[in-house]
């Protein structure tokens, strides 16, 4: 699918449709697709391009960050060179001052983003914010966004969030049909695209009787709730290494995996920018404060998803996981009841046997966790 999008955003470009770069998971992208434009990840993850963004930003930033901009330096994200906009949030301080420095040169639109979670006052800020930035898109492209053009947006989007609920609910099986990197692979970095929306529909068709045991005893790899900052294109390395220990992730509760799709848009509200805006707004990342819903939501991915342990994954530098991570630690091992390992990392392969390591002691503790048990 990744490898799809280029030629579909070359089609498209050359159709006419505008490319929109987003590089967070609180860009509505309904609204994107209600301006007739195609929105496209623009996230970094690739080790190569930091060397040339530790020129101008600070070593001491977090990698997805420094590939990000290391690929504006060079450009060599095809995608970023056809972006006609870049949409921009505030959340952490290290992306709000890399898009500063990215605006420079390129077209860029900040929305802002309240943070406190739980405050109703913020959520109509928010909400403001998102009418703001339809109007913006009209007025820029000389496009009108219809309620009828924002419905079909938020069908399609629901659409594709459902979908890939389903694939996600596939590790629920006991063993999984799939392991958690063959179901990363089940990603675009556009959104909206028929044919993908397809392809998920066949491949949960031909998976819907793959064996697979019902819940509870089993015997079989150990089961891992990976939590933490998302696992862009490209920096996939702690799941594999993880897998690779013998174990199956059979839920990502991070911005690659389950935290945006778990909420759909409300199809029947008469103001769908309202809708959308509540939907986003409910995302649990730790830039919010206080971030208590990703709680509610890890409560709830392991009554559903039966992990033995949870790893969490930091990439080094991002203060608000790391912070965050001393509460999802105590939350692991006193309310849930789970072993908890906290990697913290980059891009770099250099700390992969270190890692390793680790992650195994983390999985012989498991094991003598099930053998008491017996399971
Ligand atoms: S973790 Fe937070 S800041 Fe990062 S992409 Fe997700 S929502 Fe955006
Ligand atoms: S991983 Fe952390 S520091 Fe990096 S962009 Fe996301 S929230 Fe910001």
Redesign the pocket.
């Known amino acids: 699918m990744v490898d799809r999008c280029y030629d579909y955003a070359q089609a498209a470009k050359s159709a006419g449709r505008r490319i929109v770069g987003i590089m ?3 860009t509505p992208r309904e609204i994107i697709l209600a301006a007739h434009a195609v929105p496209v990840c623009l996230c970094g993850g690739s080790a190569a391009t930091i060397p040339v963004a530790e020129q101008v930003l600070p070593t001491n930033v977090c990698p997805l960050i420094k590939s990000t901009f290391g690929y504006h330096l060079t450009g060599k994200n095809p995608f970023l060179e056809w972006a006609d906009l870049v949409v921009a949030e505030t ?2 301080d290290g ?1 709000k001052k890399m898009f500063e420095l990215l605006g420079v040169t390129r077209p860029m639109y900040v929305l802002e983003l309240p943070q406190k979670a739980e405050d109703t006052e913020a959520l109509e800020r928010w909400t403001k914010e998102v009418r703001k930035f339809a109007a913006h898109l009209e007025a820029r492209w000389g496009v009108q966004i219809t309620p009828e053009d924002l419905h079909r947006a938020i069908r399609v989007m629901n659409r594709e969030r459902r979908l890939r609920r389903g694939l996600a609910d596939l590790m629920r099986r006991d063993p999984p049909p799939l392991t958690g990197r063959q179901l990363l692979e089940f990603k675009s970095i556009i959104s909206g695209i028929e044919s993908d929306l397809r392809h998920y529909e066949a491949t949960l068709h031909v998976l819907a009787d793959r064996s697979g045991t019902p819940p509870s005893v089993s015997n079989g790899p150990t089961r891992v709730l990976l939590t933490g ?2 696992l862009v294109h490209g920096a996939e390395r702690v799941l594999e290494l993880v897998e690779e220990a013998g174990a199956v992730v059979v839920a990502m509760e991070n ?1 690659t995996g389950l935290k945006p799709i778990l909420e759909d848009v409300d199809e029947h509200d008469p103001d769908p920018i309202r809708a959308i805006a509540r939907k986003y707004y409910h ?1 649990p ?1 730790s ?1 919010m404060t206080p971030n208590t819903h990703r709680f509610r939501v890890l409560r709830e991915l392991v009554t559903r998803f039966r992990p033995h342990c949870v790893i969490e994954l930091v990439w080094q530098a991002c203060l608000t996981y790391d912070i965050e991570a001393s509460q999802v630690r105590r939350f692991a091992e006193e309310e849930l009841r789970l072993p908890y390992l906290k990697i913290t990392t980059d891009y770099a392969p250099a700390d992969s046997a270190r890692i390793t390591a680790r992650v195994e002691a983390l999985f012989e503790t498991v094991r003598a966790h099930r053998r008491a048990e017996g399971c």
Request: charged share 15%; with cysteine; hydrophobic share 35%.
């Open positions: 967070c998971e609180f959340t952490c992306k900052v998302p911005c995302l990342c830039v």
